[in-house]
C-alpha cells in the first residue's frame, strides 16, 4: 500500500473557511511528498444530513481532490471491534462508569499531569463493577503505562503531552475518536498527518496507542487555526464563513481559494500553481485571522 496524507472532516455541517484552508495544507503536503490524498468522513458522532455532500462539494469546489473512494467511519466498527479485543485480551482496559460530572469533581492522582483522567475506575474489584454495571453502561478505557509521550512535529518539533487511561469505547457502544483515528490511519496507509494544532495534545495518546497495537505512527504536522476579529477559533456563528455564506454575499469561491492562499503565502490561482512552490519550513507558525469578506465581492 503506496503512502497516504488524508482530511478527515466530521459531518456536523458545511466546512467553514478555518477547516477549508486545513484541507488546503493537507492536500499540498501529500500532493508535494508524492504520496497519494484521501477524504475519510469520520461519522461516528451524530451527523447532519446532507452534511457530507456539502462537505464534499466545497472541497471540490476550492481545488482539493482526492484519491479513490470516500472512507466512513461508520462502515469500519469491526475493525475498531478487533483493535479493542487484543487490548483487552493483553489486559490493556478495564470498564470506567464515571460521569464528565465525576471525573471534573474527582481529585488527581498524586503526580498526574494535569488533565489526565484520575483513574477511579482503574482498580474496581469484580463485586464493585457488578454493582457499578447494574446503574448504569461503562465505558471502556485504556489501561495506560505511563503519564506522558513526546512526538515530533514537522511544525511544532518535540511536543510532550498527556497519555493517561483514556476512552476506547464510549459508554453507549461507539468506538472513542482517539482509536478510531488510530485504527483509521494505519490500515489506509496514511503515513502523513496534518491537521489543526488544537489537536496537538491528543497526539501522544495516539502515538502511544498505536505503538501498543503495533501499528506505525504516522508523521505529523499540526498547523495554526483560524480566528475570528476577536482572537477566538473561528466558528459557523461568526458570520459568512462557508462557501454558501459567502456565495449569497457576493464573494466567490475563487476569491475565498485565493485569500486562503495568501495567508499561507502561496501564489493566488489554482492550487496547481502553489503545489510548485509549496515549502512547510516557509509556512506560517502563527495563527491567522479570518479578515471577514461579506460585501466583497469580484
Not at 98 to 109: G, N, V, Y
Not at 155 to 182: I, Q
Not at 197 to 226: F, G, I, K, M, N
Request: proline share 6%; with cysteine; net charge negative.
Amino acid at each position: 500500500m503506496t503512502s497516504a496524507g488524508r482530511f478527515a472532516p466530521s459531518p456536523s455541517g458545511e466546512l467553514h473557511v478555518g477547516n477549508l484552508r486545513t484541507a488546503v495544507l493537507a492536500w499540498l503536503f501529500a500532493r508535494s511528498t508524492g504520496r497519494r490524498f484521501l477524504v475519510r468522513v469520520e461519522d461516528l458522532d451524530r451527523a447532519r444530513a446532507g452534511a457530507e455532500a456539502e462537505q464534499l462539494r466545497d472541497l471540490a469546489a476550492i481545488g482539493v481532490n482526492w484519491d479513490g473512494g470516500v472512507v466512513r467511519q461508520t462502515d469500519r466498527e469491526p475493525l475498531y471491534t478487533e483493535a479493542i479485543g487484543r487490548l483487552t485480551a493483553a489486559g490493556l482496559s478495564y470498564e470506567c462508569f464515571c460521569t464528565r460530572r465525576e471525573i471534573q469533581e474527582a481529585p488527581s492522582a498524586p503526580h498526574a499531569p494535569q488533565g489526565a483522567y484520575p483513574g477511579t475506575c482503574r482498580n474496581l474489584s469484580a463485586a464493585e463493577r457488578e454493582l457499578k454495571r447494574a446503574a448504569r453502561p461503562a465505558a471502556l478505557r485504556l489501561r495506560a503505562a505511563r503519564g506522558e509521550g513526546t512526538v515530533q512535529d514537522m511544525l511544532h518539533g518535540s511536543y510532550t503531552g498527556v497519555v493517561d487511561d483514556f476512552v476506547l469505547r464510549r459508554n453507549d457502544g461507539v468506538a472513542a475518536y482517539n482509536l478510531a483515528v488510530v485504527v483509521d490511519d494505519a490500515a489506509q496507509g496514511i503515513d502523513q498527518v496534518v491537521r489543526g494544532d488544537d489537536l496537538l495534545p491528543s497526539t501522544p495518546r495516539q502515538a502511544y496507542l498505536a505503538s501498543l497495537l503495533d501499528l506505525p505512527a504516522p508523521e505529523y504536522a499540526h498547523v495554526p487555526l483560524v480566528l475570528n476579529a476577536d482572537g477566538a477559533r473561528l466558528a459557523k456563528r461568526d458570520g459568512a464563513v462557508t462557501l454558501g455564506e459567502l456565495a449569497r454575499a457576493g464573494v466567490g469561491v475563487e476569491q475565498v481559494r485565493d485569500t486562503l492562499l495568501a495567508s499561507l503565502g502561496l501564489p493566488e490561482g489554482p492550487l496547481e500553481q502553489a503545489l510548485a512552490v509549496f515549502d512547510p519550513a516557509a509556512l506560517p507558525r502563527e495563527p491567522w485571522v479570518w479578515p471577514g469578506m461579506a460585501g466583497r465581492g469580484a
